[in-house]
């Protein structure tokens, strides 16, 4: 109530209630902005320096998450995994990390490690049954860029889902958009090999609009079909980051999605994002956001049709 935060609404998604069971399971998506990049390396000029400081973001990235109490916590850009998970384990969270192999953090002064991808759940929830990572491969060589992945069993119902969170290559350009569409497919490959016919969630920072490779090559996978949750709504949003940089200028665009396989989950909320007024002028990391990608949710439900795995 008391939240410095921006304000954010959800959208219920219209579903069959026959068709589902048990809980919804909510998982949110976040990109959180490196600790040492942020200050360091985006030129987020337009942001105070204050609210870039450590003493701050960390409050403010920790308020973000639990104001929503996820079960399933996808992040990338995590160069404070132990300050998140000695905080997320007073509420019942336990969580894994795997870092890039050369990350840009470890140049840094005074950085804090490298950054990388993690996973939370809710220990009450769940048992982890499996836990795997990946470097991702382009034309089968090593990238710079890497998967996390768990398989999760329901208390409760006894289901088994299959987690998998990503943050691909950045920046603009022809060859690039072709280097993510490749992270893209060995992804794929990586996530249906563990997947095993489970419900299965692949969220990320893909650095990719809608209109490049990557995001068709993600939802028209043969052998792991899947499909994106914020595009329920009518269409994906409109934005899921919107910052100002030094050099760069204003970027406000798409790149991050939560892709799920909807034969097997049905999606009965998202979080909107925030709106342009309350996101202000100068946009985010801000006083009142401390990253500059925003958090993406979704509550899924199992199908009832859905077996352990098939
Ligand atoms: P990426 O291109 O994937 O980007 C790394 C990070 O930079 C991402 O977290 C990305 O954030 C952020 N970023 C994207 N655009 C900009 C921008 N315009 N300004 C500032 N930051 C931005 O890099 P890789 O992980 O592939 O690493 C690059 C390579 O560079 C590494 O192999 C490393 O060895 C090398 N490197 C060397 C340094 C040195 O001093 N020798 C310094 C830094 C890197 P987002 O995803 O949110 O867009
Ligand atoms: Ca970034």
Not at 86 to 98: E, N
Not at 105 to 117: A, K, L, T
Not at 133 to 148: F, G
Not at 267 to 273: E, G, R, T
Request: charged share 20%; hydrophobic share 35%; aromatic share 10%.
């Amino acid at each position: 109530p008391n939240s410095q935060l921006i304000k954010r609404t959800f959208t219920s998604i219209p579903y069959d209630p026959d068709s589902v069971d048990g809980n919804p399971v909510r998982v949110l998506q976040w990109n959180v902005l490196s600790q040492a990049l942020g200050q360091n390396n985006d030129r987020f000029d337009s942001c105070p320096l204050e609210a870039l400081e450590w003493k701050h973001r960390r409050c403010h990235m920790l308020e973000e998450i639990l104001r929503y109490n996820p079960d399933i916590i996808c992040l990338q850009e995590v160069d404070h995994f132990d300050f998140l998970s000695r905080a997320l384990a007073t509420q019942s969270y336990s969580g894994l990390f795997v870092p890039k192999p050369d990350s840009p953090c470890v140049y840094i002064n005074d950085n804090n490690g490298p950054d990388g991808c993690a996973i939370f759940y809710k220990n009450d929830k769940f048992d982890l049954l499996e836990k795997h990572d990946k470097i991702l491969q382009v034309w089968t060589v090593h990238s710079n860029q890497v998967s996390l992945l768990l398989i999760l069993k329901d208390k409760s119902t006894q289901k088994e889902l299959c987690v998998a969170t990503t943050h691909l290559k950045a920046r603009k350009g022809a060859l690039l958009s072709t280097l993510r569409n490749e992270q893209g497919k060995d992804l794929l490959q990586f996530i249906s090999s563990h997947a095993a016919g489970r419900p299965t969630i692949v969220c990320g920072d893909f650095n990719a609009e809608p209109t490049e490779p990557v995001y068709s090559t993600m939802c028209s996978c043969s052998y792991l079909p899947l499909d994106s949750a914020y595009k329920l709504s009518g269409s994906e949003p409109l934005y899921t980051s919107w910052k100002i940089r030094g050099g760069e200028g204003e970027v406000m665009h798409t790149i991050d999605y939560m892709f799920y396989t909807k034969h097997k989950l049905t999606v009965s909320n998202i979080l909107d994002m925030p709106k342009e007024i309350d996101i202000g002028e100068n946009r985010v990391p801000s006083m009142t956001y401390p990253s500059d990608h925003f958090s993406l949710i979704s509550d899924f439900y199992f199908n009832t049709n859905t077996n352990v795995c098939e």
